[in-house]
């Protein structure tokens, strides 16, 4: 909060700066974040990227960021301060944000925006995602490596397509290797609360899982399978360090150059609406290192399947894909496109429960 | 189905405890006619400094210890704002919440990630052995008994001791404790402080036990909730503990029904604890006229012995 007073105070000396007709040619670039920096996850990954941002740009840029921002209501207000304080470039970075983030860019179409993980698009609205499947899929191959209760508990966030799809090619994997293992999925309609997801990371491991996998962005969930002795897959960043037996793996987000990309291209004029959604053929995601207590064979078919995935190869949601009552939705051989994953309402055989809709 | 049963309750009284502390705290400022709605930035503090404490020294003691000594510094400022300079509670309050998230966030800069055990559990020899009753009664770390025995210290101080009695008359009438020869400033300061340190304790709990560790705003909105606790408790201490204990238990039931496969919304599950808690305590409490004999008349006024 300190730090979002005095980016606030920063930007309102610039803007004053600016009227007094002192303006330089600085490229103002805007972030809004849903969590603090300081989670360790998601937002922490943003904000990487923008330090990437300074550190490539040096005094060319000018980057401010607002942290914690509620999805909803606030979210509109603070989008519209953003660009009312005159940033070029303003990074919205949760799905939360889609809405206010076009109702916002509809007033201000001098302004560019890039919306993480949404769909709706503007003339002056880009969307950005990564095709975190992809890693869902690896982690999915060592759980069903290391699984021997083949019980694998999700802890999942909101019951938006993002997460249904990391949900689904995560099963489809872990399966792969071990048909008879099953996910067992909690909600805990939230993307950040330590307390809340240790919680739920203990019910499911009272109930028999010994892969712990989540959605949610506070390392709180590894730590706790850590303490029970079971495995966990971190997410967004690497959280070894909160759990350095249990920790087999991470997905990283990498969003560094696609951001020094985006402020390049406003620099030059060239910026354009988009839709970008890589993998980690990109380089957009990528493995944390995988713990050195993990079976060689185990270690070596995540690898294997890296380099299948980024050649194109292999796909995480080839047929045969039967939904959960058994019915074959997608047939051998075929590929699900990506309309029919941005738009995912359904579980794959294997997930336990009904999805929340 | 016995350690199901254990597991939740076990989960429960974990969850549960650091609103016991914070609402009890809070509870007593209240009843001295105070009300400071920074309990969240208290927490974050506390959780902040204990951890940084137990780290530096090795002794969750002192980390306990160091907790509430950042709750008490806390507090001080809202006290000194409040009482001595009579700035408005409400806005006072909420602008230390502010002030305490950010606050721990850069004081905790430097200790994300680091590596803690947690507070050690009882464990006493045949008897945290039985199953249920021996996890459930005798298998937590020692500030969760600290936090029952609170809740019935608390209890005694406001109902059956002279000094309750004078912090209650103060709570409900500033001026006539005043006119009788009570030091108002005085015990609302005590109160005050009182607050901080058990919300710096509950925040402790946060990072010594519960989660141990330290990461930005990890109270995560831990601190509305004992607010609200303490208003739909009526502000009795016992409600307070069965309030906190019912919010935790359902909170912790639903992943469990969850993980279960059971068919009902998670949207609806996730409110749950919410509703259960206020229809719960509005059942027991729906007399009105207790609730206004229990409420302190002169809550969020300001005081000035001259006017």
């Known amino acids: 909060m300190i730090k979002k007073l005095l980016g606030t105070a920063a930007a309102a000396a610039l803007a004053v700066g600016l009227m007094a007709g002192n303006a330089t040619a600085q490229t103002k670039v805007g972030f809004i974040y849903v969590g603090p920096v300081g989670d360790h996850g998601w937002t922490y990954r943003h904000d990487q990227g923008r330090l990437a941002i300074e550190k490539e740009f040096g005094d060319k840029v000018k980057t401010t960021y607002v942290e914690s921002v509620s999805e909803g209501a606030d979210a509109e207000r603070v989008i519209r301060k953003l660009a009312q304080e005159g940033h070029d470039l303003i990074f919205t970075t949760s799905f939360g944000f889609m809405n206010p983030t076009l109702k916002v860019a509809k007033q201000f179409p001098n302004v560019k925006f890039e919306h993480a993980t949404g769909y709706k698009r503007d003339a002056n609205v880009s969307t950005y995602a990564a095709r975190f499947y992809e890693g869902r899929h690896v982690a999915g191959l060592l759980a069903g490596k290391v699984t021997k209760s083949n019980v694998v508990g999700y802890i999942a966030s909101f019951p938006i397509p993002e997460v249904v799809r990391g949900i689904n090619a995560f099963t489809m994997a872990l399966r792969s290797v071990k048909p008879e293992a099953e996910v067992k999925v909690v909600w805990v309609n939230t993307w950040y609360d330590p307390g809340k997801e240790s919680d739920a990371a203990k019910a499911l491991i009272d109930q028999g899982a010994d892969v712990i996998s989540q959605h949610t962005d506070s390392p709180a969930p590894v730590q706790i399978a850590q303490e029970r002795g079971v495995w966990a897959i971190g997410q967004a960043s690497d959280m070894s360090k909160f759990a350095p037996k249990s920790h087999m793996t991470a997905i990283l987000d990498i969003w560094d150059h696609y951001y020094i990309a985006r402020v390049k291209a406003v620099m030059d004029g060239t910026w354009q609406s988009q839709d970008v959604w890589d993998g980690l053929d990109k380089g957009m995601l990528a493995m944390a290192p995988y713990n050195e207590a993990l079976p060689a064979d185990a270690v070596a078919m995540a690898e294997q399947a890296v380099a299948d995935i980024k050649s194109g190869k292999l796909h995480p949601f080839t047929g045969p894909i039967k939904d959960q009552s058994g019915k074959v939705v997608v047939k051998a051989g075929e590929r699900l496109d990506d309309k029919a994953l941005l738009t995912m309402d359904w579980y794959v055989e294997g997930v336990q429960g009904k999805l929340p809709k | ?307």
């Open chain 2, 1 to 307: 189905m016995i350690d199901t049963t254990a597991a939740i309750l076990l989960s429960m009284i974990a969850a549960a405890t650091p609103l016991v502390f914070a609402a009890t705290g809070e509870l007593v400022t209240e009843k001295s006619g105070v009300l400071n709605l920074g309990v969240e930035g208290m927490m974050l503090l506390g959780a902040v400094s204990g951890f940084a404490t137990t780290v530096a020294t090795g002794s969750p003691v002192l980390g306990v210890v160091a907790g509430a000594l950042a709750g008490i510094g806390m507090s001080l400022l809202f006290a000194f704002l409040t009482l001595t300079m009579l700035a408005n509670q409400v806005a006072s309050g909420l602008a230390l919440t502010l002030f305490g998230v950010g606050l721990s966030a850069l004081i905790g800069q430097d200790f994300v990630g680091t590596p803690m055990d947690a507070l050690p559990k009882l464990a006493i020899p045949v008897i945290s052995d039985l199953p249920l009753i021996g996890p459930v009664l005798f298998g937590h770390d020692p500030l969760v008994y600290l936090s029952v025995a609170l809740v019935g210290a608390v209890y005694w101080f406001l109902n059956h001791s002279r000094g309750g009695l004078v912090l209650r008359a103060v709570g409900e009438n500033h001026h006539a404790a005043h006119a009788i020869g009570y030091h108002v400033i005085g015990i609302r300061y005590l109160a005050v402080m009182f607050g901080g340190a058990m919300s710096g304790i509950g925040g402790a709990y946060l990072s010594l036990a519960y989660t141990p560790m330290w990461i930005e705003n990890m109270t995560a909105g831990r601190g509305w909730i004992a607010l609200a606790l303490v208003v739909f408790a009526t502000w009795k201490p016992g409600w307070v503990l069965i309030g906190a204990y019912l919010f935790g238990g359902v909170t912790i039931a639903q992943l469990h029904i969850q993980g279960l496969g059971v068919d009902i919304p998670s949207q609806f599950l996730s409110m749950l604890p919410y509703l259960a808690t206020i229809l719960v305590l509005v059942m027991i409490s729906r007399d009105s006229l207790r609730i206004r004999l229990n409420a302190p008349a002169c809550i969020g006024k300001v005081f000035h012995p001259d006017s």
